[in-house]
């Protein structure tokens, strides 16, 4: 099937990708060895979100589960953009499947100078802006409102020839500014990303998470992911990835039919650290059962019922 | 001396319930793994679920849980010493024949051990925390030395686990000496004055006890911390210690940090 | 405890009430007798909406279940105002307890019209405003901006004496609308409704709900409903009204400990005819078992961590 | 006549299993209802859901599921009649000894049966929806005429469930004859001239049939209806069926109705 299926130009070897911060090739590869090369689960790497500067990320605790999810406040720590290039970019470079590097910036400059470095890179195939982050110029977050929107993807997308998929925040079910990437340059979206929910601690009865309230995912999400992207898949015409409790190979069926060009598999990493490559058995397997073929190029690019994505758009 | 890092096969795999037997206030699981290494290291962990009836009714847990093994047979079995502590332990704790989990592992890096034949080493292991303590003393024999500490006499039963014989302290006194493990630690170090090293599990307090002792003390210690973790191998950042060094994740630098490496072991998240 | 807690002046036997449209006590009592009364499950009854004319509401399927929850497309069927007033209204009478009646108006004029005659009735305790639905002078969902919140309650407050209770979107996760609503003269607020949420039907592969999506309730929800009371209470003085994925006592502690002053049980009736009851009885164990005291005033109005309720305004 | 609909006492409870027993294509559960009334009327039914292990691993089914009875046992058994078609049925067929079940019931209204010890009645069942069948035959006893049809052999297994004789049709001749019930239906009311009432549950396509056959010849009948349901008692207004008067719930105007009310029995969301 190699070659046979593209993302924004960039070949994949199928439409399986991870979510941005649920899976550490490196980290991952210290546990199980190179066996993970051999069998990688995603068809795209998407690295953990990078930001300028080094973060320790939030206070612990950390996580707390939920009826069919997970909360996290995980904080997006990271190692800062020239840590990431020096420490990591070389260990991820030896995957053997396409690297997508997500970015985080505080400022339409700070956003910029990622992209910019980043692009340069040979071994990245593409960028994801993720634009959950108020910007500490306007105070609005980046990626909740049209405009907003549309001036960050603007003012980096001159900065790099490298496809930019636009990770939209949950509160952009507004499909408006899904058109408003796609208009200011973008190559792709994904979404969902998590949604704002809280525990509390059982025994002091005040909020369990370091800092405070968290992100929502897991299958809890899905139905809110699944209408998302098929209100998203609807209003535009580039690619796009989504996500949100995707646990089974139905559960991505559903995703590709809703007008997903990819899925992203996130929460079930934590349970199966293989769940990639089985929900991509399963996903062929189902495709295969239910429609007559097998997945590939046509099932993903032509068989949606909305919005068929622009894939084969090439990378430069 | 290379990291007590034994690698794991890439995925979850379903073992057999071999048996889940009563072991006083405790459940001793044992549970076939044949694809797995049979080699961990003591200190390593597993993440557990049940393949059936994980998080029934719309409720937790959802993501598996972190468990020490307590011992690898040779023969591709592996035992787990559980407290029931919430749903997942308590699902895990009625599993039955003919039911299977689902397991990931091993995980982490376990206790690094001097492997100067010459050198002296100190366990003391707490409550729950006496699982990995049991291995790790299987490997030292009788270049370990074992203290235990439990809350009763009925916890105190683990100790029936160790093939070395322990020192055994109780909250309540009813059984070994009424005593934290603690004590037995520090009367120990202060007789010997100090040459063994220390490798701790338990609750938070015990250890950040343990770490303050040897500190003191200029006793190496390595402790085997625990904190919430969604999945075990570095993927979530949910499992961070704070250390000098900033934050670590204890399912990949961890669950065995050096105590030098820590203000303190006791910490926001810490413990289950 | 009678007499000893109330919600805006109004006393209740206890903090638990049901969510509109998630309990029909006419249909319950044709089912279970005259047992019910007996052994009513809430300290309040909420009715399900109901609007100016009579709607038959959406075509089926309504309902899918998603992992921890259930999705659902309705669409607020319900008699009309004067078939509410002559067919229902004397039947709910009957109960054993205060009776709120939820409205939703598609113009002021519409909801004006249903709280001045719903308003008049003895009968009815409080009137909650479900602003859910577009406005179709001004095509903005009601409840979804702080404006035409202040708007629709500022319109309809001079028109009853009776509490008004307003139920926030769940787009409404801002603040700000339910500190409009405390402005315009809201006796109290309520949240969250549902959140959009899409399920496919797994042999067509199109929306599986007649009308394409629904609205998702349920545990999946529970920690954005308990993120959005906290986030609520402690910007509002009046009291607040949660819900969202209660199934347990211990569920409905942690939202009187975000800041709620009474909870109410929606899709978990649908499992558990007698949840309410359940959950007021598990309520009380674990208020008794980890405060050293049992349900009451002191324990829903006092106790709260942050912005007490302003409870005891009086009716009239 | 009265509302054939016997109360259910409020709330869900615990009922449990007694038997669960293969039946050819489908399980035959039996289960210990002490609190509930010994006189459900026939097409009347009951939510089920597995006291342990509903939904789990994060996944449906979340709310109970809704069963006619099939026999209630004057002694507090009630028996239902279940066939696998995806979670939630798998999981209640897959309940053993020692387990119980959440049961809410007895729900909705049944069929109404002339009490005119003259008049004569036609009961049509087909595939699972011949459970309301059974209690009604041993209602009506010899009064009762039975029609059967199944998919195939292993299905008509259900058919041993009848005290009294059948006529029994399968989609592949393997037991009785070749033919579909309704083509049974069509003969029987063609030869008789039409007199009897009749009683059908089934999948929509059969009881569409079965409507349009006795539209035809003016013969009464009422239809048990399916549709997905989540409360079973009127709070969600989500299993609702177009009627000629709107849409009316079916489980508390049904799941019974008469099927000179409705203009087909085949409508969205129809079966499960
Ligand atoms: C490396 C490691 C090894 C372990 N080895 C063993 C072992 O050998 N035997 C054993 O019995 N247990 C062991 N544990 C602990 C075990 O993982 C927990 O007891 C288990 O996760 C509890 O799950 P639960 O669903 O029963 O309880 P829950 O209440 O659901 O707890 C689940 C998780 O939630 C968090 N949590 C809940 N309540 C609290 C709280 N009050 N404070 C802090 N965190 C909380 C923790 O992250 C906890 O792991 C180990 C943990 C780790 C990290
Ligand atoms: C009044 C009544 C009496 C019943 N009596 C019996 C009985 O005696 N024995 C028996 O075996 N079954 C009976 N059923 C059917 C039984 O309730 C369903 O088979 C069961 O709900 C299926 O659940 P599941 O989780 O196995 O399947 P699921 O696939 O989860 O179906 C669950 C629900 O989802 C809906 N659904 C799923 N797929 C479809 C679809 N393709 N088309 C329409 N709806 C769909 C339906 O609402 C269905 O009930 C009865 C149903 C009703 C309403
Ligand atoms: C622990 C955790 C960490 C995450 N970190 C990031 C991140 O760094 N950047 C990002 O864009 N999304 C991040 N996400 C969001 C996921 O990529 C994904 O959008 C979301 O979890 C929904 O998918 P899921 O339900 O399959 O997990 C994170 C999610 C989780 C659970
Ligand atoms: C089937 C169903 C019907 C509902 N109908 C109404 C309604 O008529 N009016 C309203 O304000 N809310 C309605 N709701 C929303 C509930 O009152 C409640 O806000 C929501 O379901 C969240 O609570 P839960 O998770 O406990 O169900 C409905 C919910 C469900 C599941
Ligand atoms: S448990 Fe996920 S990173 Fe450690
Ligand atoms: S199943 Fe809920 S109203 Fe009928």
Chains 1, 3 share one sequence.
């Not at chain 1, 090369?37 to 300028?52: G, H, N, Q, R």
């Not at chain 1, 190979?249 to 929460?267: E, I, K, N, P």
């Not at chain 2, 904190?227 to 570095?234: D, I, L, P």
């Amino acid at each position: 099937m190699s070659g046979a299926f593209d993302l924004c130009g960039v070949p994949l070897r199928g439409p399986v990708l991870n979510g941005s911060g649920t899976f550490d090739a490196i980290a991952a590869r210290r546990t199980f060895g190179d066996r993970l090369l051999e069998e990688f689960p995603f068809d795209a790497f998407v690295s953990k979100t990078i930001t300028i500067e080094p973060r320790q990320g939030n206070p612990p605790p950390r996580l707390w589960e939920s009826p069919a999810g997970l909360i996290n406040s995980i904080g997006l720590p990271n190692k800062g953009l020239s840590g990431f290039l020096s420490g990591d970019l070389p260990q991820l470079a030896e995957l053997p499947v396409p690297l997508v590097v997500s970015v985080m910036g505080f400022s339409r400059d700070e956003l910029g100078a990622l992209v910019a470095a980043v692009g340069e890179r040979d071994q990245v195939a593409m960028i994801e802006l993720n634009v959950s982050c108020p910007n500490v110029e306007t105070g609005l977050v980046m990626g909740a409102d049209p405009a907003e929107t549309a001036a960050a993807v603007g003012a980096v997308r001159p900065l790099t020839d490298k496809p930019l998929i636009v990770k939209l925040t949950p509160s952009a079910g507004d499909p408006a500014v899904a058109a408003a990437a796609e208009g200011a340059g973008a190559d792709a979206v994904s979404l969902i990303n998590t949604l704002r929910g809280m525990a509390l601690d059982p025994r002091t009865r005040r909020p369990w998470l370091g800092a405070g309230t968290g992100g929502l995912s897991g299958p809890a999400v899905r139905p809110v992911a699944l209408a998302q992207v098929a209100s998203v898949a609807a209003s535009v015409s580039i690619p796009v990835v989504g996500m949100g409790g995707i646990a089974s190979g139905r559960d991505a069926l559903d995703f590709l039919d809703a007008g997903a060009a990819c899925v992203a598999v996130g929460t079930e990493n934590f349970r199966d650290p293989a769940a990639g490559r089985r929900i991509a058995r399963e996903l062929a397997a189902v495709s295969r059962n239910e429609r007559g073929f097998s997945a590939g190029r046509t099932r993903f690019s032509q068989d949606r019922p909305k919005s068929p994505a622009k894939v084969g758009k090439t990378v430069k | 001396m290379s990291e007590p890092r034994t690698e794991a096969p890439f995925g979850r795999r379903l073992a057999p319930l071999e048996a889940n037997r009563e072991l006083g206030a405790y459940r001793l699981l044992a549970v076939r793994d044949p694809d797995g290494p049979t080699n961990p290291r003591p200190g390593q962990f597993y993440m557990l679920a049940t393949a059936e009836g994980w998080g029934a009714d719309g409720e937790r847990p959802y993501v598996p849980r972190a468990f020490s093994y307590a011992r690898a047979r040779g023969d591709g079995t592996l035992e787990f010493l559980l407290e029931a502590v919430g749903p997942g332990t308590e699902r895990l704790g009625r599993v039955s024949a003919g039911e299977s989990l689902w397991l990931t592992g091993p995980l982490g890096v376990g206790f690094r051990v001097a492997t100067d034949p010459k050198a002296r080493h100190l366990l003391v292991g707490g409550g729950i925390g006496v699982a990995p303590i049991v291995c790790l003393s299987d490997e030292l024999g009788e270049r370990g030395e074992v203290l235990l500490g439990f809350r009763t006499a009925a916890h105190a039963e683990a100790a029936t686990l160790f093939d070395h014989p322990a020192a055994l302290a109780t909250d309540d006194g009813s059984a070994g000496r009424a005593a934290l493990v603690t004590e037995l630690l520090r009367e120990r170090l202060d007789r010997s004055g100090g040459e063994p090293a220390v490798y701790a599990c338990g609750p938070p307090p015990m250890l950040e006890a343990v770490r303050a002792i040897c500190a003191e003390r200029d006793v190496p210690a390595q402790l085997a911390l625990e904190s919430g973790m969604a999945c075990g191998f570095g993927a979530c950042f949910g499992c961070v210690a704070p250390t000098r060094n900033g934050y670590v994740r204890l399912c990949v630098d961890g669950p065995v940090l050096d105590a030098a490496d820590l203000d303190s072991a006791l910490f926001a998240g810490a413990g289950h």
